[in-house]
């Protein structure tokens, strides 16, 4: 025990240690029963010089510190076995909304989310390359064109595939979760109208 | 301030820390005896009963919210336990309660004489002597340090103000004197302790 700690318990004990030294040396003497007894017989001292002692005795001193610890290990005792019989009684007083059954709830949900999370994510990989808003530019098909049989074909597979597309940017849009798809996919909701405005000069 | 010393401990034995409560079960045990003294004059009757208000501090200190000082708090449940308990022998207790300034009094008065053995007693006189002696034989710069903090209860500021020193020497003095009276008593706490 150096002299700076039994300097520092002096302090502490006249309420003159700060806040750092107080701790410090409290937690020393949490360790060191000998400082511990120092403290004691400095406020022993103390007690005799201020004439209020019945008993300078430190043994019967020690006995009495023993007899509190021994009837509060008792009660504290008596305390934890009360606990561990409620503790088995709860689940079944307790039902469904025992910690268990919370749990289980919070898990199955929490897993039923991070599944549609995972599948939703992995659909949505699987789109063709194509998808994007690119598809701006594929030339809409008009009506004008039905008699031509090759070109009506290419024509009907042309409109197949935009409407595929543009189905699966909007798809894309609603579930990215930034709000630049959704922004996408609302300014192409509108591009048709200028395709089709666009489309007859190009026949010609 | 002493209050901080024991907002500390109190924050600890909180927190489950047993040798907080020991540290300051030795600090207020002599105080809380003899002022228990005041109420009950057997000494086995004064030593169940502040055994009985330490145990009751403890089960309350969760909600001690540090409103009044620890003392205040733990000298209110001593005076309570020592009325209930001589309530509990149909005893009457003392027609006006302790004052807490009079729990402090630097007055032996008769009733120690009543509590204490005379083993006790010659313990105590020895003891002081000690002590005395002790003081006594300090430097003057020491013995005026500890004399005007354990007998006046100045604080270091007033200490190093009185004595135009700086507050840090004030602290170095104190301890220096506690440390040498600490040295001469212990060889008559050995044999007690053993």
Redesign the interface.
Known sequence: MSEKLRESLSAAMDGEADEFELRRVMDEAGKDRVLRDTWERYHLVSAVLAERTTDTSLRSRDALRTRIWEALDYELAEIEAENVVTEIEAPVAGGASSPWMGRAVGFAVAFGVAAAVLFGSGVLEEQPPGAGVAVLTVPDAGPDRVDDAPALTHEQDLTRNNAYVMHHVQQTGLNAGGMLPFVKMVTFEKAPEVVVADEPARSE | ??????R??VR?VKKG????F??L???Y???I??LV?RYVRD?DE??DV??EA??KA??ALPRFRGESQFYTWLYRIAVNTAKNYLASRSRRPPGVDVDIAD??????GDY?RD??SPE?SL??DE??EA?DAAIAELPDDLRSAVTL???EGL??EEISQVMDCPVGTV??R??RA??T??QR??PL?RG??E
């Open positions: 301030m002493a209050e901080d010393t024991d500390e401990l600890r820390d047993r040798a907080a020991d540290l079960f030795s600090r045990q002599q105080k005896q003899h003294a000494q004064v030593l502040t055994q330490f145990i403890f089960r729990g402090e009094q630097m007055d032996g120690l509590v204490e006790s313990a105590r003891l002081r002590i903090r354990e007998f604080s270091y602290r170095s104190i301890f506690r440390d009276i600490d008593i212990r706490l007690d302790a």
